[in-house]
């Protein structure tokens, strides 16, 4: 198993500005993953983070937007750059230790 | 069409009410199936992987039919704990990566 924990749990933030989301995990992992949640929608993966290496981002998602840190295999953070009302979602970050897929708690952000 | 697809309901059942939720999945390279639930405000868990022979969890029972690829989740004697939103989850072979479904809203009333 695996515990994760995020920070902030929340924040209310002005267009323009940029977030950074800290992702910590109890235990080393290969992988960690950057979802994102919108209001009454699925996960959409963001991006893996891999320590080491640049992160792999999915189509639709760019560096200069979410830039991610992987510094090593226990930690990961996630920045949301130049914020629109668009970016107001629930961030999740995740692991994969075996079959099972863990989530942190999220990171609920409101872009005005 | 969307990878995984579920009906979003909301499913609004009284207590006891037994419960079907279907999940249907497009490509059929899909190797592994979850069920997941996400409680408002919270993160999604583990709520049981879904075999090719099917498997039962107490009052759930997962199905797996993969000529017409899709899963089923059946929650018997529903609790208002119960109240929930259910992820169908499915990944490639081959693929660390799953693929979400949007979720289906369950509430039990007493």
């Known amino acids: 198993s695996a515990v994760i924990s995020q920070k902030p749990s929340r924040d209310i933030c002005q267009r323009g500005t940029s977030l950074t989301i800290q992702c910590q995990v109890d235990s080393q992992v290969t992988m960690m993953f950057w979802y994102r949640q919108q209001p009454g929608q699925s996960l959409t993966l963001i991006a893996t983070a891999n320590q080491g290496s640049e992160a792999t981002y999915e189509s639709g998602f760019v560096i200069d937007k979410f830039p991610i840190s992987r510094p090593n295999l226990t930690f990961s953070t996630l920045t949301v750059s130049n914020m629109s009302p668009e970016d107001s979602s629930i961030y999740l970050c995740?692991?994969?230790?075996?079959?099972?897929?863990?989530f942190g708690p999220g990171t609920r952000l409101t872009v005005l | 069409r969307k990878e995984v697809e579920q009906d979003p309901g909301p499913f609004n059942v009284p207590e006891g009410a037994t419960v079907a939720f279907n999940c249907t999945y497009s490509?059929?390279?899909?190797?592994?199936f979850f069920w997941y639930r996400q409680d408002c405000r919270k993160e999604p868990k583990l709520l049981m992987s879904v075999y090719s022979s099917g498997n039962e969890d107490g009052r759930f029972t997962a199905q797996l039919n993969r000529a017409s690829q899709y899963i089923s989740l059946l929650i018997r004697d529903s609790k208002l704990s119960d109240s929930a939103t259910y992820l169908c989850v499915v990944n490639l072979r081959g693929s660390y990566i799953p693929t979400f479904g949007r979720g289906t809203s369950l509430i039990v009333h007493p």
């Open positions: 995740s692991v994969v230790p075996g079959n099972e897929q863990f």
């Open positions: 490509n059929s390279a899909s190797q592994s």
